[in-house]
């Protein structure tokens, strides 16, 4: 087998394997430390906890991140990826109020399947870590695809609205999945029916979609 190469006689692409490996185990270790931040806090997310949690040695820790400070930014741009994934589904969409529609839905749909992730972005990190201003802009960069999906629904004359009309559209959905995942709808409230009505009433109302 020549010197350097990646692969024995089985044709198994071993630097292929390392890297899902690698992949694998830091999706491991962020989905731990979003757990213990959730449920156990700020003051709980130390490097200790996170490996006793994931059964490994500090060092692994360290060798995937360099540090908690390492740790806490992977953690938080992680978070937002996952929702800009979910963003980029909604594009394949033609029509500019289907794809307003569907990424409305991924919203919500996010944030019920990854809570602790959704927490992240906006709950417990920010009273234990600051991300610093590059990790910032690439987080908010997420919902370039929301804003872009407003401009589309908008005349021509109106394009100027969409960075203000996407943030109120933001708002609206974040507020109504915060009720909802801090159990403060009701137990007789619907929620995703709650969820659709408000975000179909407010593109309606601001002229997004037809009413």
Not at 55 to 84: E, Q, R, V, W
Not at 190 to 204: I, K, N, V
Request: aromatic residues 8%; proline residues 4%.
């Amino acid at each position: 087998m020549p010197s350097g190469t990646a692969r024995w006689e089985g044709g198994v692409d071993l630097q292929q394997v390392r890297a899902t490996y690698r992949d694998e185990t830091r999706s491991a270790i962020l989905a731990a430390a979003a757990r213990i931040l959730s449920e156990e806090g700020p003051a709980a997310l130390t490097v200790r906890r996170v490996a006793e949690v994931v059964n490994a040695s500090t060092k692994m820790i360290y060798t995937c991140f360099s540090g908690k400070a390492g740790l806490l930014d992977a953690l938080y741009i992680h978070s937002f990826d996952g929702l800009g994934r979910e963003f980029g589904k909604c594009l394949a969409e033609p029509a500019p109020v289907a794809r307003l529609r569907a990424i409305c839905k991924a919203y919500r749909a996010y944030a019920l399947a990854e809570p602790a992730f959704y927490n992240v972005m906006f709950g417990d990190l920010g009273r234990a870590y600051e991300a610093p201003l590059e990790s910032r802009r690439r987080a908010w960069s997420t919902f370039r695809a929301m804003r872009e999906a407003v401009a589309a629904c908008l005349p021509e004359d109106r394009r100027d609205e969409a960075r203000q009309l996407s943030q109120m559209l933001w708002a609206t959905l974040h507020g109504v999945v915060s009720l909802e995942l801090r159990g403060l709808l009701g137990e007789k409230t619907d929620a995703g029916d709650l969820y659709d009505r408000t975000s179909e009433l407010f593109l309606q109302g601001s002229g997004l979609i037809p009413s």
